[in-house]
């Protein structure tokens, strides 16, 4: 049966009041949303300007015609678990969470380490979380986390949290053929969010999202391949089509409210491969609201720049790439931002696309300031050139690397604040992770 959006949006408003015990009897409007949010990096990163040197290119062609200054380098004792498990722990001791509230864990990624057993697992192994939790991975590209979020909305407006929060994370190594024009795009990282009733971030309007789907070609990555396949050009007029559709769609569900001047949308977030493609997007939906290109370049400086900050020391990190613009926009902006409404796009080559609305929390400023959700990005290596191209061919080898004797599984490790670091795989061609 297909239901109203309108009557779909009122279903979320009224999700019933819960306790730890079970739903409240009494059903009022209760907000749902994001309430903390964190990343990871890796140690290492690369400045494009040196790339660009490498490769006989421009500086100017990474730096302004793509929008990126660095790129996040994964070592080999870095993957997407020690990633996602890095975001996850520094969101709960920054958001003061404790592991036992959590009764969802969703782990979006595109680059997964084992066809069967999802990086949602080892995260629940190595955070301590429940047992009276559901765990899985989601995959759609990019789109992975967003997957991931919204199943987590309905999970609560459902009633299944009873009080509790859903983790998801969003992890990814993004990485391209060398000399590629992809490579200057690569990056890694991974975001965590907690999403739950009366959030401190954003407040999110589920019931009212625009999506779009279409199987294309544009991004590929065939089982056996660790770097993507991608038709570039062909990528960016599939991600503009998909904003087209997914915009549209919103703007027809909001009705006049979309265009409301008494509320509008005073910033938009977009999935971020490189910083251009959030420009161009800009530019094609102030196209679609009838504005000339003056104004969309007046606008974008204003309600999308702020956005592109992070991931433009970071790289694409696919699936965390929209919310680690969030996190920038947010830690640029959150005390001005205070009640206003601002928009999200989310992308997945393949493809599957949504736009949705958010509002911006009273106190999530203080609440981003009090988790230095910026550290990450103090203190990293910078690589030299054959100092990167020494790490990807070390890359290679990194599934058959066996792991010391010395290393513990997830289920026997503890967090006590350390980081963690991938050993490699056991005699049984498990994976094996450590604390350091
Ligand atoms: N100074 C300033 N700008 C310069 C320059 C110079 N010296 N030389 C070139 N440029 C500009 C170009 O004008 C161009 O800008 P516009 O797009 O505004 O015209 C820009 O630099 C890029 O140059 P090219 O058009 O020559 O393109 P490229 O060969 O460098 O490839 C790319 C660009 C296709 C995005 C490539 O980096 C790529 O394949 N990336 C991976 C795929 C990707 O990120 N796709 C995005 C959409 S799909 C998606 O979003 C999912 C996902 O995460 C992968």
Request: aromatic letters at 6%.
């Amino acid at each position: 049966m297909m239901l109203a959006p309108d009557l779909l949006h009122q279903i979320y408003m009224n999700a019933k009041t819960t306790s730890s015990t079970g739903p409240s009897p009494s059903s009022r409007a209760v907000p749902i949303g994001i309430d903390a949010i964190a990343f990871a990096v890796p140690r290492a990163y690369v400045e494009l300007s040196d790339l660009a040197t490498a490769r006989g290119v421009p500086p100017a062609k990474y730096i302004e015609g793509l929008g990126n200054v660095q790129m996040a380098v994964a070592a080999p004792d870095e993957d997407p678990v020690t990633l996602a498990t890095e975001a996850a722990s520094r969101l709960l001791s920054g958001a003061g969470r404790s592991p036992d509230k959590i009764g969802l864990c969703i782990v979006g990624t595109e680059t997964a380490v084992d066809h069967s057993k999802p990086i949602a697992s080892y995260l629940h192994g190595m955070l301590g979380l429940p047992r009276a939790c559901r765990v899985f991975e989601t995959k759609h590209a990019c789109f992975g986390g967003t997957a991931g979020l919204f199943n987590a909305l309905d999970w609560i407006a459902s009633g299944s949290a009873r009080g509790r929060s859903a983790l998801i994370v969003c992890t990814d190594i993004a990485r391209y053929p060398l000399r590629s024009p992809g490579e200057p795009t690569q990056g890694g990282g991974a975001v965590a969010m907690l999403v739950s009733e009366r959030p401190r971030l954003v407040e999110l309007d589920p019931g009212r999202s625009g999506c779009y789907s279409q199987h294309v070609h544009d991004f590929w990555r065939p089982l056996h391949r660790k770097d993507a396949l991608v038709d570039g050009q062909f990528s960016v007029q599939c991600y503009l089509e998909a904003l087209s559709g997914a915009y549209e769609e919103w703007r027809q569900l909001m009705g006049p409210e979309a265009a409301s001047s008494d509320d509008p949308l005073v910033r938009t977030c977009y999935h971020v491969p490189y910083g251009k493609m959030a420009r161009k997007a800009h530019q094609r939906r102030c196209q679609l609201d009838g504005l000339d290109e003056k104004t969309a370049e007046e606008r974008f400086a204003i309600e999308v720049a702020p956005s592109l900050r992070l991931p433009s020391q970071v790289g694409n990190i696919y699936t965390g790439s929209l919310y680690l613009s969030l996190l920038s926009l947010l830690s640029a902006e959150a005390e001005e931002l205070a009640g206003k409404r601002i928009g999200l796009f989310s992308y997945g080559s393949g493809c599957a696309a949504e736009f949705f609305a958010g509002r911006v929390g009273p106190h999530a400023a203080a609440l981003l300031q009090a988790m230095d959700v910026t550290a990450p990005l103090r203190n990293r290596q910078r690589l030299s050139i054959p100092e990167y191209e020494a790490l990807r061919q070390r890359d290679a080898d990194q599934d058959q690397r066996p792991a010391p004797p010395s290393a513990v599984t997830p289920s026997d490790a503890t967090a006590a604040g350390q980081r963690a670091l991938y050993c490699g795989i056991d005699p049984q061609e498990r994976r094996v992770y450590t604390w350091q």
